[in-house]
């Protein structure tokens, strides 16, 4: 056996070198993008590139819905808008009922949003549509506040937690500091704590209103009339026609998209607020 300059024994094989965790993550990103690119390859050669253009974006079917589009995106933010006023109201009820010392208010509001959000949206609308005129013996005449009780009432049970949480970040010291200066406690929960709550909340409560207005495709169950159709009507409408395919599916789409993309940059600009507001 043979010995380096230093004595330590030399094993006659070269010393493996290992990679470094920079090298690492280099080859672990180039690997992941390759798989990419070959999935997108696959996609792109199995795909039939003609029937998609005809029967997906079909341009003759779509500017046959252009006419009815703008209406037919103001009657969507109409009942999302009418349905989020409702739900917003009585959300803060229940947030309210949820935390309150009575116990018989906490055991309402605990068995009204267990109910509305364990039951689907879709049987809530039809609901609203034929069991609750035959139960009441009499029917909702405005069809915007029928969409907006039906939605309304499903979207207050996910607001009023979403509210309550809000409520309990409010920091305790404040409420005291409010009480010791004389405000009663009705004062110091609607001047002090439910604003707070609401700026706490604002992110959230964005998102809410985004899943609103996709829940606004259900209310084509109640019927619409010629002035109250939705995107969701005409893009039907469109899809029973005799040409144009699904063009008319990926044109309701496109107008939803409008209105969640902004709300979505809307919401993520206020989480970083006010989590910068936090931080300072």
């Known amino acids: 056996m043979t010995a380096t300059s230093t004595g330590a024994p030399s094993s006659g094989a070269p010393a493996r070198t290992r990679m470094s965790p920079r090298r690492r993550a280099r080859l672990s990103r180039g690997i992941q993008y390759a798989i990419l690119l070959l999935a997108l390859l696959a996609l792109i050669l199995a795909t039939d590139w003609s029937r998609v253009g005809t029967s997906f974006f079909n341009a003759g079917a779509a500017s046959d819905m252009l006419p009815a589009f703008p209406r037919a995106v103001g009657n969507t933010l109409t009942y999302t808008l009418a349905a989020f006023a409702v739900g917003l109201s009585l959300g803060t009820v229940l947030a309210l009922m949820k935390l309150s010392s009575v116990r018989p208010y906490r055991w309402l509001a605990t068995i009204y949003i267990e109910f509305f959000r364990g039951v689907p949206a879709l049987l809530v609308v039809i609901s ?153």
Do not use: C
């Open 128 to 280: 609203f549509g034929f069991a609750v005129p035959v139960a009441l013996g009499r029917t909702i005449d405005s069809f915007i506040l029928k969409a907006a009780l039906a939605l309304g009432m499903v979207s207050a049970a996910y607001i009023a937690e979403t509210l309550r949480a809000g409520i309990q970040a409010v920091p305790r010291g404040q409420v005291e500091a409010a009480r010791s200066l004389g405000m009663s406690q009705a004062r110091t929960l609607a001047t002090v704590v439910i604003p707070q709550a609401f700026r706490i909340v604002l992110p959230p409560m964005t998102n809410e209103f985004i899943l609103l207005t996709k829940d606004t495709s259900l209310i084509f169950l109640l019927g619409l009339t010629a002035a109250q159709f939705d995107l969701t009507y005409i893009g039907r409408d469109a899809l029973n026609s005799a040409h144009g395919g699904l063009t008319g599916l990926f044109v309701a789409g496109g107008g939803y998209l409008l209105i969640t993309i902004p709300l979505g940059l809307l919401a993520r600009w206020l989480e970083n607020r006010t989590g910068k507001a936090r931080r300072s």
